[in-house]
């Protein structure tokens, strides 16, 4: 990677499900330290670009390089997927997926939630992951509850263990697929000032997000998708402050009053 290569950058990516398109040629691009929000209305492929991203989904058509490093395909449209399983593994790996509903293993602690893929997929050795992942749980302000199980958790915290989880990876970004939805209004704030606080540190973020407000406040950069393409896209202030498309106009009004 030089150091004018992105993180994350995706060219003309298509995917769809049988005859159902549901992105039609979309580029994302996200340097070093940038936050990038995607917004929309449901529906818009906001959730399914961020998952193709970390090659969750098989994409039929487009590009997606990792720090400059294109991924390998065989096969196309609907039969394309990744060539390469080590290179699938190395680049999840380094896009830490932060998930709408937790997805913590119920069975074990938060610690050892925290713990287990640093240990086991990447083969860190355990004392140093505990004393990182301890860290990392102060860092989201949950340190105390490092032997709690999940269900004893309240929402809010158990998604900063989410979070936690993910920078224990030590990734190049971390992507958040509507990380505050399902969260009460109060329980969102702690996620979202955990989120902030990791936008302030210059952290590679790419946000799916319904909550404008933290779009704006956190993001170097703002898509607004509709129909699975991109109908605007800009710095926070002009796209909030002055939307060029009714579209997107209508959108911030629904948002507004919703």
Not at 40 to 57: A, F, I, P, V
Request: glycine residues 8%; aromatic residues 4%.
């Amino acid at each position: 990677m030089t150091q004018d290569d992105p993180v994350i950058a995706i060219k003309d990516l298509h995917k769809a499900y049988g005859s159902l398109e549901v992105l039609k040629g979309v580029d994302i691009t996200a340097r070093r330290g940038d936050v990038v929000s995607l917004i929309g209305s449901s529906g818009s492929g906001k959730s399914t670009l961020l998952r193709c991203c970390n090659l969750l989904e098989d994409s039929q058509q487009g590009e997606i390089r990792f720090k400059g490093e294109p991924v390998h395909w065989k096969g196309s449209g609907h039969d394309r997927r990744p060539a390469d399983a080590k290179q699938v593994l190395r680049i999840r790996t380094n896009l830490s997926m932060v998930f709408q509903q937790f997805n913590l293993w119920a069975h074990m602690t938060i610690l050892q939630n925290v713990m287990e893929a640093p240990v086991t997929v990447l083969g860190r050795d355990r004392a140093q992951v505990e004393e990182a992942a301890r860290g990392y749980l102060d860092k989201v302000g949950i340190g105390d509850k490092c032997d709690a199980y999940p269900a004893q958790l309240s929402g809010g915290q158990q998604q900063r263990a989410a979070i936690a989880r993910g920078l224990c990876m030590e990734p190049e970004a971390l992507l958040f697929d509507e990380p505050t939805s399902a969260l009460d209004p109060e329980l969102e704030q702690e996620v979202v000032r955990v989120i902030k606080s990791l936008a302030e540190e210059g952290r590679t973020m790419l946000i799916v997000t319904h909550d404008m407000k933290m779009a704006a406040d956190v993001s170097d950069h703002v898509v607004f998708l509709h129909k699975g393409r991109i109908e605007e896209e800009g710095a926070p202030d002009t796209l909030f402050g002055s939307p060029q498309t009714d579209r997107l106009r209508g959108f911030l009004s629904a948002t507004a009053h919703a």
